[in-house]
């Protein structure tokens, strides 16, 4: 089945650092969309991408749809305590059911 | 964006009972899914809800140990049945105003069996 390949799986990083993630995959998605989750509560959505090659920011979060619609990646520049969390890279198909990453867990150290 | 609200929050039960998981929306959505996330794993679909009709379930989920029901566009329910300790998860509601919008979540039935 589908397969999504999130990485790093964690990263500690100190405050004020930019951070990079991606997500690659054997197949191809409509959509790629990015999620943070905190404890205890359910994934955010961050950012949504519709069309291969386009990139999108939102505030300090800037993330790309791969040329390939395989791929994508998100950058959070000048990182702060609260970007604390885990962060989820999902995949769309046709029928609308999202396949997920496994998930980049982000501490920051102020 | 839709405000999910999902109930309970979080539950122990005992194994071999089966618990019944509501998620209400504060607006009409075409599409609703359900989603398991074991412990320090990410997200599974179990299922789409569809709206007068029975759900579509993805691979390794039957409809027997997760029956779901979805009676208008604003309410859907999951119900885990004889459960055992390996159904110890969260269970999250997902709703999109389209096949091709963005999901949004509920916070999730934390869910424990003993």
């Known amino acids: 089945g589908q397969q999504l390949n999130q990485s790093p799986q964690s990263m500690f990083i100190q405050e004020g650092e930019d951070v990079s993630m991606n997500c690659t995959s054997s197949?191809?998605?409509?959509?790629w969309l990015w999620y943070k989750q905190d404890p205890g509560e359910g994934p955010v959505l961050l950012i949504a991408l519709y069309k291969a090659g386009e990139l999108t920011s939102n505030g300090r979060l800037t993330a790309q749809f791969g040329i390939t619609r395989k791929d994508s990646f998100l950058n959070i520049s000048a990182s702060i305590p609260s970007d604390v969390g885990i962060y989820f890279c999902a995949g769309q198909v046709d029928t609308g059911k999202l396949i997920f990453g496994q998930g980049t867990t982000l501490q920051v150290k102020p | 964006s839709a405000v999910i609200s999902q109930k309970p929050s979080r539950d122990i039960c005992q194994r071999g009972t089966s618990l019944t998981i509501q998620c209400q929306v504060d607006s009409q959505v075409t599409m609703m899914f359900w989603y398991r996330q074991q412990p320090g794993q990410s997200l599974t679909l179990i299922a789409t809800a569809n709206q007068g009709s029975e759900a579509t379930y993805e691979s390794g989920f039957v409809i027997d140990k997760f029956p779901i029901s979805r009676p208008n566009l604003t309410f859907s329910t999951l119900t885990v049945s004889n459960m055992s300790p390996e159904d110890s998860s969260i269970y999250l509601c997902?709703?999109?105003?389209?096949?091709?919008?963005?999901?949004?979540f509920g916070d999730g039935t934390r869910l424990s069996i003993l």
């Open positions: 197949s191809i998605f409509n959509t």
């Open positions: 997902s709703v999109a105003r389209g096949r091709n919008q963005p999901q949004h």
